[in-house]
């Protein structure tokens, strides 16, 4: 069965630094997709970034970008210049090509510190 | 476009009660998925449908739990008699096809 693995359940940076929240999958398929969804107070589930997993090259959109190693199924988020609205939960999810359910971490709880 | 609408945003139940929860996809979306986030969890998938037919319902308890998505109207999750362990945010995605899905702000749901 797939999984998708956080093993830091909280974490917490000061305004301006870089964090990286990390995130490992585990699947037998070679075409699939991966996500970072923030999930703020309010529980809107936002998509961050997404990573196709043919594509080499690492996703980025603006402040935030992945490392994406699929030889060792790592797919861990950095988070630049970390601001105060970037104090969420974090999902890293994936979703095999062509199929429908998306298999979700447990999430890690990000504080943004003044 | 406006995005996956869900209502209400936030619903009471006493025990017993029957608790139904709304879901409105992006326009031109066909495919309806609904997950369960249960209190310091991930997203779990319940069901997919599309316009009047159940695809997928391998992850929704086998009782109380139904769901639609009829011709006309929204996508519909019905919990029947629910009990404190229903307790939980229920989202709803919607996709023109497979792969990526749209999520909506989710329906919060309190058994007292």
């Known amino acids: 069965a797939q999984t998708v693995t956080q093993s830091q359940p909280e974490m917490s940076v000061q305004e301006a630094e870089t964090v990286t929240l990390s995130c490992t999958y585990d699947?037998?398929?070679?075409?699939?997709?991966l996500f970072w969804y923030k999930q703020p107070p309010s529980r809107q589930m936002i998509l961050v970034i997404r990573q196709e997993a043919y594509k080499q090259q690492n996703a980025t959109e603006n402040r935030f970008s992945v490392n994406f190693q699929k030889a060792a199924k790592s797919f861990s988020l950095k988070i630049s210049d970390s601001q105060l609205g970037d104090t969420a939960m974090y999902f890293c999810a994936s979703l095999t090509s062509g199929t429908y359910k998306y298999i979700f971490g447990t999430g890690t709880r990000l504080k943004v510190l003044a | 476009n406006a995005g996956v609408m869900q209502n209400p945003r936030h619903l009471v139940r006493r025990r017993g009660q029957e608790a139904r929860l709304r879901c409105s996809p992006m326009k031109g979306h066909s495919h309806v998925y609904w997950y369960r986030q249960l209190p310091e969890e991930g997203l779990k998938f319940m069901v997919y449908l599309q316009k009047e037919n159940i695809i997928d319902e391998s992850g929704m308890p086998k009782e109380r739990f139904s769901a639609e998505f009829p011709k006309e109207g929204p996508s519909i999750l019905r919990i029947q008699q629910v009990v404190r362990g229903d307790s939980a945010a229920y989202f709803c995605a919607s996709s023109p096809g497979t792969d990526e899905q749209f999520f909506g702000p989710g329906t919060r749901l309190t058994v007292l």
């Open positions: 699947t037998s398929e070679n075409n699939y997709y």
